[in-house]
């Protein structure tokens, strides 16, 4: 069982490894603070415990915008410098709960915006497969994390894809669930309506139970929803039958399937169905229509929601305060020395969408193209399909500095956003290797079906070899 695998982690082995990869000039800088003394503490109070939880003495990793008492929240941003949040996210109390010990907080694309961790203003993390190559983003600390072998598992969040997009990069698995399933509360908004906690792992039978401990509804949170969690740990089980997924139906989007997809990577993807053929899944080709409009729709409400949420960063109740002579001259000075560049392109698209005479022509109908978006994947799944099987990203880790264009950047995320956009819950796993980097799968379900999912994933993970037991 994956408790079992978890609990041979221990907390001075993990930080003999994070000494190992993640100091000095040539470091992957996953870390941007953290707890060596107080975890320490922890691990050897944890042997002593008579009642062990399912992660007791399991050394964890949480990103940056995650509330944590002991631990400074900085988002990745100079704005945010030195907070230490007064109440902790509620995924994190949970973790701590089931007996994890967190090490630290991992480096992150400042406020979530981004996808290679390359806009953290506390410097870019490397990929642990080849340093000179971004890890994804914006979760990209703590993918790196978990496949440097620092810690087995690790939170993060998307708004956009900045889970699945990393796992695929690093060559391990990244679970984002139904939108409602995992409390938001003490997450840092980017973007409410697409936010997502989700769940890094080297496998899927880790990755299933570090769901399952984090869901469930919260009370603290408005959009957590009151639906009970399986047990989604033995929904990944090995298994045993010739042809476990016997009865399954696994949708082939054809819009995801474009020539805007490295050749090698859609190799695999055909490797991956034949193999979830062979043990007896049925696959259908299958339409979502309105997936071309997904990024242009993305960009502009996640920035619509972002203006307004980070307008709260102006230097008067948290975070860092510029010197200034007047109000308004210390609102300005706070912001454009706090906000990186890419976190002022997006506030200053989503100012411009959302203002007078352009809210109708732009807001309200990418809220009316998202409603199209959501009503394609109810159509599929409604059809008798159970599970989707896409590609994760359209290419394999590109090398820092590579990608300046900004648009460029977006759309490493092409094959991702529509699960946010929809609420649907979406995983990555890896599924073989281009030139050295590994390549990643995506499997999406119906909203609150993570346990199908999981089986489906479980089962492919299995048939390709691609186990990695912690």
């Not at 082939?252 to 695999?268: C, G, K, M, Q, S």
């Not at 352009?358 to 109908?365: E, F, H, L, N, V």
Request: with cysteine.
């Amino acid at each position: 069982m994956s408790r079992e695998s978890l609990q041979a982690h221990r907390v001075a082995d993990a930080w003999a490894q994070y000494d190992a990869v993640h100091a000095g000039p040539d470091g992957l800088n996953a870390f941007l603070s953290i707890d060596r003394e107080g975890s320490l503490a922890a691990d050897a109070a944890a042997l002593d415990d008579i009642a062990p939880g399912p992660l007791s003495g399991v050394p964890v990793a949480i990103k940056d915008n995650l509330a944590t008492l002991t631990l400074p929240t900085t988002c990745g941003s100079r704005v945010l410098e030195g907070y230490i949040s007064p109440y902790e996210a509620t995924a994190v109390r949970r973790l701590r709960d089931a007996g994890a010990i967190v090490l630290g907080k991992t480096n992150m694309d400042e406020f979530a915006m981004g996808s290679s961790t390359e806009n953290s203003a506390f410097g870019p993390t490397r990929n642990p497969l080849d340093p000179t190559r971004v890890p994804g983003g914006s979760s990209g600390g703590s993918a790196v994390a978990v496949a440097a072998g620092v810690v087995p598992l690790a939170l993060g969040s998307e708004t956009g894809g900045s889970v699945r997009q990393p796992a695929a990069f690093c060559g391990i698995v990244g679970v984002k669930p139904t939108y409602g399933r995992v409390s938001r509360f003490g997450l840092v908004a980017y973007a409410s309506s697409l936010d997502h906690v989700g769940v890094f792992a080297r496998n899927v039978s880790d990755a299933a139970l570090g769901l399952e401990l984090i869901a469930g509804h919260d009370p603290y949170d408005a959009t957590s929803a009151a639906q009970p969690v399986p047990a989604f740990h033995r929904a990944a089980a090995r298994p045993t039958a010739a042809q476990p997924l016997a009865g399954l139906v696994v949708g082939r989007p054809v819009e995801y399937f474009t020539e805007a997809l490295d050749p090698r990577i859609r190799a695999h993807c055909d490797q991956s169905l034949e193999r979830l053929r062979a043990l007896g899944a049925e696959v259908r080709d299958v339409s979502l229509p309105h997936t071309a409009l997904a990024i242009p729709v993305y960009y502009v409400l996640a920035p619509a929601e972002a203006s307004s949420n980070l307008s709260r960063y102006d230097g008067v109740r948290y975070g860092t305060r510029a010197a200034a002579a007047t109000l308004s001259e210390m609102y300005e000075r706070t912001r454009s020395g706090g906000f990186g560049a890419e976190v002022t392109r997006r506030i200053l698209l989503g100012t411009y969408v959302l203002s007078a005479g352009y809210y109708d022509a732009y807001y309200r109908r990418a809220q009316a193209v998202r409603t199209l978006i959501t009503r394609d994947f109810d159509r599929v799944f409604a059809s008798g399909v159970h599970v989707l099987f896409t590609p994760t990203a359209p290419t394999p880790a590109f090398r820092i500095g590579e990608v300046s264009n900004p648009y460029d950047m977006y759309l490493s995320d092409i094959y991702t956003v529509t699960a946010n956009l929809a609420g649907i819950p979406a995983m990555s796993q890896p599924i073989g290797m281009v030139d050295g980097m590994p390549v990643g799968g995506q499997c999406m379900a119906a909203r609150f079906d993570e346990a199908t999912m999981f089986r489906v994933a479980a089962a492919l993970e299995q048939a390709l070899g691609l186990e990695v037991r912690s």
